[in-house]
């Protein structure tokens, strides 16, 4: 939505979108926003209060900033304790009726103060402020998508399916369930891409066409709220949690971007490797140098860490190669200008995309300042390599690395920043001592 227009201007929008709403048999509408541990949170209401809701907002408290993913609630500087009120004003350019939630539609929310002033804490805004930034600093614009991997469990957690990884076989018996995905995706406005079976017993990936940064985030939600609807009507439960067994291959939530200016793509026909242009070149070097960092907002969970681990495709090295799955930075050529792209394997769902995103852009937009180019490239498995660094290895240890960041500090700001740092802390805390499947169990039905 234009952030400057108006409430009047909100006002006559939502009103003839609830005409619009009404008319297809939407009944109520939920507006929804993620927490710092990166939890969808939602309120709702009737069609008929929309234009109040696009007017006013509607009321949120702002202790949700410093929730944790058990629902229990830390503190930080800024967030201290049970008063105050925000108002999450649903975006009316993203309003959708929700194809697998009968009589429901749905609207990502911005969160702001009762004066009508952006809320500091708001994610959301972070995000869209740092694609700006982008344009105002370096003239060019990104383009973002995220892969959306699930495993498909029966109401007892066990995986529908044990049929062979990306198998015809395992694609067949779901089929009814795949088409329901597929078809109401497709009835969101949203472009599939491609829809496969994964590794994993009972895991699935779809894949959506990229957009503007904010539009990739808000997407990468509704794909996940449509698909634990579909399975919901299958009588099935999906979880994107990033760990589902200690030592098994877990579900990524791997951010792909594009730069481009003047509709030209950025990494293709420049004179760096593979032919990325310099900005895109230094720009990845930037996301290379804060990888650590930006692994406390891409891979945020105790539970990111037991998916991080060699051999299982999930990117746990700090390196770049061409193609190269085990490596964090993954770049692709694809098989025209259009589709050169790098890959970020190393997040996962249990982020707050727009905090990802919007962090990945800071990354960036430091690496172009600082104009270094990127470092060799590393090619086969990096395992085998003996002199390539790994990501940190726990939450805390990405959590240091963040607190020790002062661009992304500088990019979030301090309400933001100490929110995000105080839920990774508590975090941390709230497992200290718990076993690997204990963390598991803890995370798996929360995402
Ligand atoms: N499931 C793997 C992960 O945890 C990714 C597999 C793939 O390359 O798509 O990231
Ligand atoms: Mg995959």
């Not at 930080?76 to 309003?95: M, Y």
């Not at 491609?194 to 940064?213: C, I, N, R, T």
């Not at 070097?285 to 907002?297: I, N, T, V």
């Amino acid at each position: 939505m234009d952030t400057n227009a108006t409430r009047a201007e909100r006002a006559v929008q939502a009103r003839a979108a609830a005409a619009v709403l009404t008319e297809q048999g939407v009944d109520g509408v939920a507006t929804s926003w993620v927490d710092n541990a990166g939890i969808s949170r939602v309120k709702a209401f009737p069609v008929g209060q929309l234009e109040h809701a696009a007017e006013w907002g509607v009321g949120a408290a702002p202790c949700f900033d410093v929730f944790l993913l058990d629902d229990s609630i830390t503190s930080s500087p800024f967030s201290q304790g049970p008063d105050g009120d925000l108002r999450l004003v649903p975006d009316l350019d993203r309003l959708v009726p929700l194809a697998a939630q009968p009589g429901w539609a749905w609207a990502p929310a911005d969160r702001y103060a009762q004066d009508g002033t952006p809320h500091p804490g708001c994610q959301r805004q972070f995000a869209r402020r740092m694609a700006a930034e982008l344009e105002r600093r370096a003239g060019c614009t990104a383009l973002a998508g995220i892969e959306v991997e699930w495993v498909l469990t029966d109401a007892a957690g066990a995986p529908v399916t044990t049929a062979p990884a990306y198998g015809m076989h395992r694609f067949t018996e779901l089929s009814d369930y795949l088409r329901d995905v597929l078809n109401a995706l497709t009835a969101q406005q949203l472009t599939v891409l491609q829809l496969h079976p994964e590794y994993a017993p009972g895991q699935f990936e779809v894949s959506v066409a990229p957009e503007d940064p904010v539009g990739a985030a808000d997407t990468t939600l509704l794909v996940r709220h449509t698909i634990r609807a579909v399975s919901a009507r299958h009588g099935l439960r999906a979880t994107f949690a990033p760990a589902l067994t200690p030592d098994g291959v877990g579900n990524g939530g791997h951010l792909h971007l594009s730069l481009w200016r003047d509709g030209g793509n950025l990494g293709a026909g420049g004179p760096g490797p593979y032919g990325l242009h310099r900005e895109a070149e230094t720009f990845l070097a930037g996301l290379l140098d804060h990888l650590p960092a930006l692994l406390a907002l891409g891979a945020p969970s105790m539970a990111s860490y037991l998916r991080l681990q060699p051999s299982r495709w999930s990117g746990p090295y700090r390196c770049w190669g061409l193609e190269n799955r085990e490596a964090a930075l993954r770049l692709i050529t694809g098989s025209t200008a259009g589709q050169a792209n790098a890959e970020l394997k190393c997040f996962d769902a249990t982020a707050n995309p727009y905090l990802m995103i919007g962090a990945v852009l800071a990354a960036g937009l430091d690496g172009m300042a600082g104009g270094k180019p990127l470092p060799d490239e590393v090619n086969g498995d990096p395992a085998g390599l003996g002199t390539v660094e790994r990501l940190p290895g726990s939450l805390a240890a990405a959590a240091d690395a963040f607190e020790s960041d002062p661009v992304l500090r500088d990019a979030l700001g301090e309400p933001l920043y100490a929110a995000v740092l105080a839920v990774r802390r508590a975090e941390v805390e709230l497992f200290a001592g718990r076993t690997p499947e204990q963390v598991i169990a803890a995370t798996v039905d929360r995402y």
